[in-house]
């Protein structure tokens, strides 16, 4: 999949990394309706999955329901948008993203209650996003130590598949968490590695391969 970020002001739940990414992307003009220009003709040249990740906020600037209708006539295919709490996705803007025909993608951490993650599978739709511990992005972390957070998650067999992300970096980290997951997500590494890269298109192969084979 292609988790495309959209810069916000006031990115709480990202590091350093994807925070300084934003705020350069903001710098430059980037706003959502710039993103939905530039995703114009994204299907069918790009056959991935395609989720929009971001905050609330600049989302309800631009008015929630023509963002997710926009958003999926656009081919895009789901949202996370981790400050939208349960109550208001239940009562108010979750109707809208299922009439969309769009995925929402709820967060996790090691924190949270079994009885909360039976919840947030039964509202999710697409993945469960599993985040590694209570940090932010891009925070290096000891996989091994989260062997009781995974294990209880199998244990309570999802309907959706589970995808962890915060802090995989490198082959090592999407191994460790992949024998517990259906998958893992990559932010903060990527951007490293494609910051100062003369060759996007190269750049990025070279860390998808790094990380696979």
């Known amino acids: 999949m292609i988790e ?8 709480l739940a ?15 003009g980037m706003t959502i309706h710039v993103l939905f220009d530039q995703l114009a003709g ?19 600037q631009y008015g ?16 996370i948008i981790p400050d939208l709490p349960i109550y208001e996705f239940e009562t108010e803007y979750g109707a809208v993203i299922r009439d969309c025909g769009l995925d929402f993608i709820f967060l996790i951490t090691p924190e949270t209650s079994d009885e909360r993650i039976r919840k947030i599978d039964e509202l999710s739709s697409g993945f469960v996003y599993a985040v590694s511990s209570s940090s932010t992005t891009g925070k290096d972390k000891d996989f091994g130590s989260l062997n009781n957070y995974f294990t209880r998650i199998q244990s309570l067999q999802l309907q959706n598949p589970v995808l962890v992300g915060f802090g995989i970096r490198d082959k090592a980290s999407f191994e460790a968490v992949s024998a517990f997951a259906a998958g893992a997500i ?5 951007i490293k590695a494609i910051e100062k890269a003369p060759d996007l298109k190269s750049a990025t192969r070279q860390f998808v391969d790094s990380l696979i084979k």
Not at 42 to 60: E, F, K, Q, S
Not at 66 to 78: I, N, P, T
Not at 186 to 190: E, I, Q, T, W
């Open 4 to 11: 495309l970020g959209m810069p916000y002001s006031d990115p």
């Open 14 to 28: 990202d590091g350093p990394v994807i925070q300084a990414s934003g705020a350069k992307a903001l710098e430059q």
């Open 42 to 60: 994204l299907r069918p040249a790009i056959h991935l999955p395609v989720i929009l990740m971001g905050y609330l906020n600049p989302v309800l």
């Open 64 to 79: 929630f329901e023509k963002f997710c209708r926009r958003a999926a006539e656009l081919g895009v295919d789901g949202l």
């Open 186 to 190: 990559v932010g903060s590494a990527y």
